[in-house]
């Protein structure tokens, strides 16, 4: 049963030029395929948080041209942060609120991604049903790796406050911890450390005091190519 | 169909639902498809800090058979095992998780030896048929073949991409004992819907090209729209390619 208060999601991602970036803004298609978002608004931030557009979206449509919007309203902008904001009434995302999305670097050989859009509370906490903890957040990595970077790509949503972030990772047992604050929509990418002193990269933790747009990332090192772009878990479900 | 009614009519077939975490795995003579097994989710959860953690896992083939079992123990909440998994019928299927003993999502990635991509599994169920609905599914789902239709038990609607060097393809995965006969139905921007029926064997799994759905549209990247019905519970990844497509490095993503 659906109520008549529309539901809200502030989902978040970050795109980078020269990708086909496609954003699927329903879960899935319902039989007549006529559910759609009751509003859209997208925002997109230069890592300093700056706004440089906000733009309400037909909600009609069933996918967004990320790539497209961007070389619209910001060519040559580099990294962005990519904030959706949408009404949405419970039966568009009836298993839990989050979106899909299509990522292929134009050209490549790798392969496209497919990734689940990361939904975040951004200073807006009582917009979803989050039950637990989801501000300490962890992703391991495949030990035997070859060759490719990783990254966590961070961004905050909240309106007002700066967030610190701890940011920990693990080689071979050993523990390193890195501290750093983001500004009010600011976002950045965290290099990780492939290996340290002779250990690979076994996993990360990104601690905040509250939720973070947050992605684990990995670039192909002869290219930069993206390929892994994914979500981190939370440690309390 | 609403739930309360579905929750019925498995009564009275007497199907039963097993939970099962399981993943989906690819090999190509150039891929190597790795496990990595791990309980890291669950350190701060009470009765599940203290180790070692035995884990098992079942690989199924394309055909259902089981190719191999693996058996690995983490020391500790922290241990990760990676675990090769070797080349089966078909080079796609998916391995299921004794997950007791452990609690958190576990990956599984593929690697070109220059870089991996990855993603996890699921945590949901197998349903068992008894024997004589096994025979009236399979008996209804001949005679319905005939005419390419289907048992319209389960319905999954899902994206797939398809440009010039890049493509989405789905690999299905038939989570039962019973052979599910799969609808697809889907065509390319502004081509009428083509629809097509894949069997796929009990614990079976099968890789669906988008090319066998129909011409692409014309846009440098175009989207299909893709229904599948099933006569039993499956669920599917996206599989993506890069411009060698199924010959090239790959990736494996969830999808709900």
Known sequence: MSSNRPSALLSTTFHEEGYDHLVELVHQRDSDARRHLESLDVALHDPDGKVLVSLPVDPRQELLDLGALVAAHAPGAGRLMVAFDARYDERIFPYRPHHYAYLHRRGSALPSLYYAVNAVLGGVPDRIGATGLNNFETYLFLRRGTGERHSVLLGNLSRFAPSDVEIFTYYGGARHAREMTLGPKAHLEVALDPEREGARLERVEVKALFRLASYVVGRRVSSGELVLFDHLFTYFK | ?256
Not at chain 2, 194 to 214: I, K, Q
Request: charged share 20%; aromatic share 8%.
């Open chain 2, 1 to 256: 169909m609403a739930n309360p009614l579905r929750g019925l009519a498995r009564r009275l077939l007497g199907v039963r639902r097993t939970p099962t975490y399981y993943l989906p795995w690819l090999t190509r003579p150039d891929l190597q498809c790795v496990l990595l097994l791990n309980n890291v989710e669950a350190r701060f959860k009470a009765g599940y800090t203290q180790g070692p953690f035995p884990v098992s896992a079942c690989q199924y083939d394309a055909d259902g058979a089981v190719v191999r079992r693996y058996e690995a123990t983490l020391a500790d909440n922290l241990d990760t095992a990676e675990v090769v998994l070797d080349a089966g019928a078909g080079g796609c299927g998916f391995v299921t998780v004794d997950t007791r003993r452990i609690h958190s999502d576990l990956y599984v990635t593929l690697s070109d030896g220059e870089s991996y991509t990855a993603t996890h599994g699921r945590g949901e169920f197998v349903e068992h048929y008894p024997a004589r609905t096994r025979a009236l599914v399979r008996g209804l789902g001949a005679l319905l073949a005939v005419a390419g239709r289907t048992i319209p038990a389960f319905t999954r609607d899902q994206y797939v991409y398809d440009g010039a060097d890049s493509r989405s393809h789905l690999l299905l995965m038939n989570l039962s004992n019973v052979p599910n006969r799969i609808r697809i139905v889907g065509g390319g921007e502004g081509h009428a819907a083509a629809a097509r029926l894949v069997t796929l064997p009990p614990m079976g799994s099968r890789l669906v090209d988008v090319a066998s759905l129909g011409p692409r549209g014309t846009g440098a990247l175009s989207v299909r729209r893709i229904r599948l019905t099933g006569n039993a519970w499956f669920n599917l990844y996206v599989v993506g390619a890069g411009a060698r497509d199924l010959d090239g490095p790959l990736s494996l993503m969830h999808v709900k």
